[in-house]
């Protein structure tokens, strides 16, 4: 049965998201990013960010569920090094978490940051999404 | 500020638990992104106003805070600026508020990000 939670990635500016926390500073208003969403202040950016080789890596941690990030990096014909650097920046921008197992915290096991099997993009005029299911 | 009960097992501790105002992250770009947190917490000898404040940048590429504000004692609002070499030095922000503290905050990361 897969599942079908869906991470959102919004796009709010610079500019627009010091109005929002400064106006909930002042106003002693709550203030807090919706669960499950990631926001980048640009579409651009999120563009240079999510690289085809980074789709590629989270949709085999969604259906594989690799043991470690050798192994990842294995099944993506990859250079080492390279997908450890693209799976840092998907924890740090929380598409994905990296657990640390083993006596001496040598193996990282990448995992995505919960279980969702879509991104959904939403972009301020359109919407599309990226969906992580294998294909047939 | 609401309790929370906590079963450890053999017995139920009630304690006053935290409560996020502020909890906000923003992905400037591929390298970056700032966090900001305030915190409702008991108020204490580290938080006389029962405030918990942290605005950080991180630096995703190296994954360590490059810059960092927080609020406890005995400095009151502070800022890290020789971050991530050096942990201890910060700069005290003499007289400034939780909104003044992230106007401080907010334009030095305009400057290093160059927004």
Redo the contacts between chains.
């Keep these: 049965m897969k599942k079908n939670k869906v991470l959102t990635v919004k796009f709010?500016s610079?500019e627009d998201?010091?109005g929002?926390?400064?106006k909930?500073?002042?106003e002693?208003k709550?203030?807090?990013?919706p669960s499950a969403t990631?926001?980048?202040?640009s579409v651009t950016?999120?563009q240079?960010?999510m690289t085809e080789q980074k789709l590629v890596i989270l949709i085999f941690i969604a259906n594989r569920k690799p043991p470690s990030i050798y192994q990842l990096a294995q099944w993506v014909d990859r250079d080492l090094a390279n997908v450890q650097?693209d799976c840092?920046?998907l924890?740090?921008?929380?598409f994905i978490k990296i657990t640390e197992t083993g006596n001496n915290k040598k193996s990282k096991i990448p995992r995505l940051a919960f279980d969702y099997m879509k991104i959904i993009v939403q972009m301020p005029s359109v919407i599309y999404s990226h969906d992580l299911h294998e294909a047939a | 500020m609401f309790t929370k009960h906590i079963y450890s097992g053999r017995f139920v501790f009630r304690v006053k638990a935290t409560e996020y105002l502020i909890n906000e992250k923003f992905e400037i770009n591929a390298r970056y992104y700032v966090s900001l947190t305030a915190l409702r917490v008991a108020k204490s000898s580290k938080f006389p106003a029962g405030i918990k404040v942290k605005y950080v940048l991180i630096d995703a590429e190296g994954e360590f805070a490059r810059l960092l504000v927080d609020n406890h004692q005995p400095f009151g609002f502070h800022i890290h600026t020789q971050l991530p070499e050096d942990h201890s030095i910060r700069e005290v922000l003499h007289g400034v508020d939780y909104n003044e503290a992230l106007q401080i905050f907010l334009k030095e990361v305009e400057r290093i990000v160059g927004l």
């Design positions: 709010q610079w998201f010091k929002k926390v400064t909930a500073f002042k002693q709550k203030s807090v990013t990631v926001v980048f202040s950016e999120f240079k960010f650097r840092v920046a924890a740090a921008h929380g």
